[in-house]
Every structure is written in structure tokens, then in C-alpha cells.
């Protein structure tokens, strides 16, 4: 399941690195963590997305 979500650009995992999934799906983009009342860390919400490559931003 891991390897579906990471070929469709949605996940990021280092290879021989244990617990190294990075989401590249911003917050805004889960509307469950609005009902639930729970806000983005700064981590998820700018630094995060900061770092990533084009790429994978324009390819959504």
C-alpha cells in the first residue's frame, strides 16, 4: 500500500531508512483535521512544503 501511495506522489520514504514516510499532501487538504478541531503543526503547515522539490508540487 506504502509503495501505491509513494508512485502516486503522495508519500516520501528513503530507501533503507526505517519510519521515513514524509506526507506530501498539504493539511489543508484533509478537511477531517477541521472537524476534529486539531491545527496543523508548523512542521505540516510551511517548513515542511518548503523543502520539497517542484516536481512533486506541480505533478498534483
Do not use: H, Y
Amino acid at each position: 500500500m506504502i509503495v501505491t501511495l509513494e508512485r502516486n506522489g503522495l508519500v516520501r520514504r528513503q530507501a533503507d531508512t526505517p519510519r521515513s514516510i514524509e506526507i506530501l499532501v498539504p493539511p489543508e487538504n484533509f478537511p477531517i483535521l477541521s472537524w476534529l478541531r486539531i491545527k496543523p503543526s508548523k512542521l505540516l503547515s510551511g517548513a515542511n512544503r518548503a523543502r520539497r522539490p517542484q516536481a512533486n508540487l506541480k505533478a498534483r
